[in-house]
């Protein structure tokens, strides 16, 4: 995965876009994640409208999935035997162009000019091309496409082409395409078989400028619709065909255009799917789809979707002054969470978001605890929405725990309907914490909002039960003291331990904050059968919660006995040796102190009230020295920390790392799709690192410092029906409440009253301390200006 | 795996054979298992000689396998994606015969009488049966059968057929059959594909009565023939014919019998496999056996047999008197034990023998630690060549140790030709103490033998190579204290913990023994790179070892930690929810106290001097109450342990369990093979439970004690180069030379020296002390007496 060459970003920094000036073919698959548009129900892959070249077809619908066969050697108790797999769904974006007969493909002829652009406050993707054929014909050819944030099920492209020199003969064909062969279905045959061609043509409709598929999987039982209907200008004669069969579906446009004549050519896709709804039903409402989008209009949906991100820019966008390359991938990232978020509307918010295929477009516990924070703060009903998906698995969650013998409810760790998918317990079952993320992302989302009807029709349950989980996995020893063993927590080259101390903590939240939401909604939680003994029994085991620490050394292991592990040998390990799980084994990861992501440093931030300012500071420089940041999780946590203990130079470093990670293709996957929490780490490394926000108990804190690298910090936040902006520089901090009643805030650990009147606070000087050393050769790529005075850009980095 | 109804014995309880007088057809499979017969190079289940009925038909050829795919849901680092597996290779023991056109088959007609018998001093199979066909011919049927424990390569059937009544027509077909199809396959169609037909036909040539047949496997390369030749005498007139396909060789007789006539036929049986020699080497090899069989005749190969085993039984046999069902057990344990490992001649013996397919035909650390202890003091020389074949496979394993970033070697946790096959680490990989396990051996080996020769060429490389494994596995801690961290010991219900004190301390016998046998050889340890201060950094290792102790319980913790952890919910557990494995989660079993087999006790066991006899006492009521002996490996080391703390009835009991695992096919899985390491088990707790025999610096110690239950025992034992006889009864012990010097015993501590003159000593009563309990429902099943004075026979369990 580690290549020796530097990463390059191909793209221009610029603060409200992401713009290529030329096509690298080589990193095609790398543009289709970062142009992938999306709105969380639909997702498409910045794919050229011509289909090839390409680095990966993709278009998704969210939770539209195949089962495959999950194989184990030998197999266990337990293991799931089946899986879920996000599939690639009819392709709508093909628009095909001949030009005097000869197919549009950039790889022939010559393009003169080229620039794709994510416009991130239009919501859009343009390409612009002005490309002369192999037999010397030029065409410009101009598009933007659209998923729209307001219309649920509806994409579109507006595509131009206009003849440059000569008169040209134009054909356009405009296609719907399912089952499309893709590269690399791995070694398995059962898989590629299952995944090879996955979509059953139910029904194929063409009518006039229309055509509409149906397909349905073989065996998730899953049924699709797409349609497309179009609007097309032309200077001259036109002529208009369709035709559909099972797997295409085709509209061809033939023209003749004089030079500087254009056919313009509108293209509205229309997606559902359902595992309910009747072929019937589910054309029928494509074909509504479609109408609703030719009735808005594509000006209208451009101006929906303008407006739709201008109110969304207005209480979440960041300023960042010093660094425009984290200016730009802290919108970029922002931009693209919302994309995952926004429509997803009570289905899960995947990993890669809906931008690529990896993972299998699983959801994992980083929605819970990088991405939601994020939308708690600036679009909270998406939160909403992705917990309500959680509860609305519950009862698959309450099953999976029965089936393991457990209380309450255990969550899967990889899922995309609700259904454990994870073949590998050590790392999978056993990362039970997945329960308390969410139960901490339903405590923040009720502190954020104060969404009653929320909190008693879903948060409560969702509380209720991950509390009965840790109840009961843990137990009272002689002592008293209440352990959790042989669980794994977020550091993945640690596995089944006793007492993690991130998962005791977090298991700890989990019982308070269900018996307080019990406390708090008295006949909800009688109706879930929770006694008031049952409450207590939280809040006991919360008070008696067992958190290792090692007195000699003066800092938490990650689990008990952690700190007795043989360090591992760092100086013997070459940089071609990371990621360190594809070339180690997990038996000699776990046995030593390595991690892959600090979870004890992950602690800190979400538990910060469990730990002293001293103590902060000596875990964070432990394990600095054995975290080699394998996981694309690492470097936000670490930012957050960094800040807090007073390392900001370094914090600015881990920013770059999490923040680039995708524009600079750091761990050299982003060809697989969005590192969507990694893009989220920018926001926290800035908002909770330099900003020092933390929440909770109805009161804003903040501590805000700054790198030297940056001058100034502004960043706006939604709590509890206020919008608020925070300015931060060097010496100062200014809290402005543009909308909503006062509200108590805390400014460097002091409490202030912010009204209508701007605060302007003295940001205190920070005391220096020797900077923390990293593994050999695992150090951050440093943010530091080059001698013009741009940031030089992050290091080459192996990560996942 | 476990059903409700008892376990029901269907062999009449004698001495020296295993006598079945009604055929099972429900039991087939488990009775083709227990009517194996083997020379540790070919063996032949126990089909009946027509083929069918079946349960599994099997023929195998020792280490002859074929690849399989190991997939793997979620790939890691080090994963084997390979297996091997141990398949059915070509049938000779098929004889069909029809009589009137009627074939013989048991399920039609009626069968007039059967019987089977296992000879367990001749050595030989028989069958005698008589049979009413549906047309009303009656024939009796007789065979004898034997696989040569003198002639390697050799098996040989005698087949009689006599007409009862009236005159009838009968034809013999005799056969070889390749590739026959055998019941279920498992659920992966690749490994289906694999194994379903594994055998490629290269050549088959008939020639008068004779056929050979020459196949090879598709993937792993290996080539096998089988021939069989036929002596053939019948009182009238005769036809035989002989033809030949690729995968079928017959020899058809056909005659006709006046009533009391009989037709008798010798079918001579050769089989070869080499990975290396070409097909008409093998070819030749396999005519060239036919031919020496002919030469020894039937009735040449009967004596050798007798005479080979009357020597093994005169150094090796087990007196016990009081428990008939013991006896018995006792002998058909050490005749399985002696058939699996006599003739496999540098190659591995398998955890089922040759006996069934069970566990893919591998090998596991069952061999070295319960198996060859049985064959080093009555058969040293297959001892000596198991692990010779160990020491083959070393290049293998220290390439395994390469690949998992360790020094030294890392022999696999289970195999057939020395790669890793465990498609699951924390139970395979993770399993270091398989490397001292075949050191102890090596250890024991030569003190019971002095073989220097040995020694030199193939014990001091084992060693070494184990030693260093050890030596770079563990780590000093700021203490100073050695730890081995994060592996698994033989208890499967726990993993991956740290400082396994059954490893632990086999891990120091094996860095002493590997620095004392480099002390003896300088030489050929300055070969093998071992420097002074290399040896010293083993002896420091071993003497800094941790040992961790709950002082609180006063208890060996199994591993550091687990006496912290919750105790299992025996209570709470269904009689059917045994074996926990496969209606638990490893999550749960890892997580809790509870024990599948306890290393713990087993360590005492091995390592008895590293315990005081209160900690024995302590440790084993401690860890008695959570087994639950899901492992068919447990209860003979109870039966040690529970003999030595003076817990007589209750080691009783467990013998019972280990030595009638087959017999009364107590795991339910005898269908797939005999399960050798628990017979060996019979003969340990005997031997070294009521015999207290323990060796190890040339000294041989006995603590003998009786359990009310058994009157007198008598077991001979063979110790560098002499032949001895220790007989016990409930007060006296009598220690007898039989053949070599003078040698230094102790009995119950005290040292005696025993020459020419028998030692006959008074045994100490034993002090009355509570029997430990058992889980609920877990208690060994009791070896009473009943009202007429039979032992009861053991009750049901599901076991693995």
Chains 1, 2 share one sequence.
Not at 680 to 688: D, E, I, N, Q, R
Not at 704 to 713: D, M, N, Y
Request: aromatic share 8%; charged share 25%; glycine share 8%.
């Amino acid at each position: 995965m580690t290549t020796p060459d530097t990463p390059q970003t191909v793209y221009a920094v610029e603060p409200w876009c992401v713009r290529e000036q030329e096509l690298h073919l080589d990193r095609l698959a790398q543009s289709e994640s970062v142009f992938a548009l999306s709105n969380g129900h639909i997702g498409l892959r910045g794919n050229l409208e011509e289909g090839e070249p390409h680095g990966l077809p993709g278009s998704y619908l969210n939770s539209f999935y195949e089962l495959r066969p999950l194989p184990h050697a030998e197999a266990g108790y337990g293991y799931p035997e089946s899986g879920q797999t996000a599939i690639n769904v009819t392709n709508g974006k093909l628009i095909r162009l001949l030009v005097d007969d000869e197919p549009f493909d950039v790889r022939y002829g010559r393009l003169n000019h080229h620039e794709r652009k994510l416009d991130l406050r239009a919501g859009t993707l343009t390409r612009d091309v002005e490309w002369r054929s192999p037999a010397d014909d030029t065409v410009r050819v101009t598009s933007t496409r659209l998923v729209s944030l307001t219309h649920r099920a509806i994409a579109a492209i507006c595509y131009e082409v206009e003849a440059v020199e000569g008169p040209v003969r134009i054909v356009v064909q405009s296609e719907l395409v399912a089952n499309e062969s893709l590269p690399d279905l791995g070694k398995d045959p059962r898989v590629a078989a299952a995944l090879g061609h996955p979509l059953v043509g139910e029904e194929h409709v063409s009518n006039g400028r229309r055509v509409v598929l149906v397909h349905r999987t073989k065996h998730s039982g899953l049924r699709m619709g797409a349609g497309m209907s179009h609007e097309i200008d032309a200077p001259g004669r036109l002529s208009v065909e369709a035709e559909s069969f099972p797997d295409v579906g085709r509209v061809t446009v033939a023209t003749r255009l004089e030079p500087g004549q254009k056919l313009r050519i509108v293209k509205y896709l229309a997606y559902g799917w359902s595992s309910q709804r009747s072929r019937p039903a589910l054309h029928d409402q494509v074909v509504a789809a479609l109408a609703d989008a030719r009735l808005t209009g594509w000006e209208g949906l451009l101006e929906q979707q303008r407006a739709f991100l201008d109110d969304f820019w207005a209480g979440a966008d960041v300023e960042v002054d010093g660094d425009p390359e984290v200016q730009q991938a802290v919108r970029f990232g922002l931009f693209h969470i919302l994309q995952a978020g926004v429509r997803a509307e009570r289905r899960m918010i995947p990993a890669k978001g809906l931008t690529g295929p990896g993972y299998d477009g699983h959801t994992f516990w980083d929605t819970e605890t990088f991405v939601l924070p994020v939308l708690t703060y600036t679009h909270a009903s998406a939160a909403a929405d992705a917990l309500a998906w959680r509860h609305m698995t519950l009862p698959l969650a309450v099953e999976r725990a029965r089936q393991l013998g457990l209380q309450g409810a255990a969550f899967p760790w990889r899922t995309i309907r609700g259904q454990e998918c994870s073949g590998y317990w050590p790392a999978g079952t056993a990362a039970f914490h997945i329960n308390a993320d969410i139960a901490d992302a339903v405590a923040r989302y009720l502190d954020a909002t104060e969404d009653r009807e929320f909190e008693r029709e879903i948060g409560l349950e969702l509380l209720v039960e991950t509390a009965r989980l840790w109840r009961g996995l843990g137990h009272h020893d002689v002592h008293g003291g209440f352990r959790i063993d042989g669980v794994t927590g977020p550091d993945e080259y640690s596995a089944v331990a006793d007492n993690n101390v991130y998962t005791n903590l977090m298991a700890q939240r989990n019982l308070r904050a269900a018996a307080d939401v019990a406390m708090r909604n008295p006949d909800e939680a009688t109706r879930l059968g929770v006694s008031t003994e049952e409450a207590a029994s939280w809040r006991d085991a919360a008070a008696a919660m067992l958190i290792p620490f090692d007195e000699r050394l003066g800092v938490h292991p990650q689990s008990e006995n952690f700190t007795n592990h043989a360090r591992w040998d760092f100086a013997a390990t070459k940089p071609d040796q990371y990621p360190m799980l594809l070339n180690f084994p997990y038996f000699e990861l776990y046995r030593k102190q390595v991690v892959k992501q600090a979870d004890l440093v992950l602690a800190m931030h979400l538990r910060g009230d469990a730990f002293t300012d001293e103590e902060k500071e000596r875990n964070f420089a432990y394990y600095e020295a054995i975290n080699v940041r394998d996981s694309s999780l690492s470097a936000q946590t670490q930012a957050v920390i960094a800040a807090e203990v007073g390392q900001l130079d370094l914090a600015h470093d881990y920013l770059g790392e999490t923040a680039l990670m995708d524009l600079h293709d750091l761990a050299r996957n982003t060809r697989d799709g969005l590192h969507i929490a990694s893009l989220a780490g920018a926001w926290s490394a800035l908002v909770a690192g330099f900003g020092g926000m933390r929440a909770g108990d109805g009161c804003l804190a903040f501590a805000p410092r700054l790198p030297g690298g940056i001058s100034r910090l502004s960043f706006r936040l939604r709590y509890r029906g206020r919008r608020m902006c925070v300015t931060v520089s060097s010496d100062r901090a200014l809290y402005e409440l543009h909308e909503g009643d006062p509200l108590r805030i805390r400014h460097h650990g002091e409490e202030h009253e912010l009204g209508e009147e701007a605060l302007d606070l003295p940001v205190p000087a920070t005391p220096s301390r020797p900077r923390p050393v990293q593994p050999a050769g695992r150090e951050p790529a440093p943010r530091r200006t080059d001698p013009a005075g741009r940031r030089m850009r992050a290091g080459p980095r192996g990560s996942l």
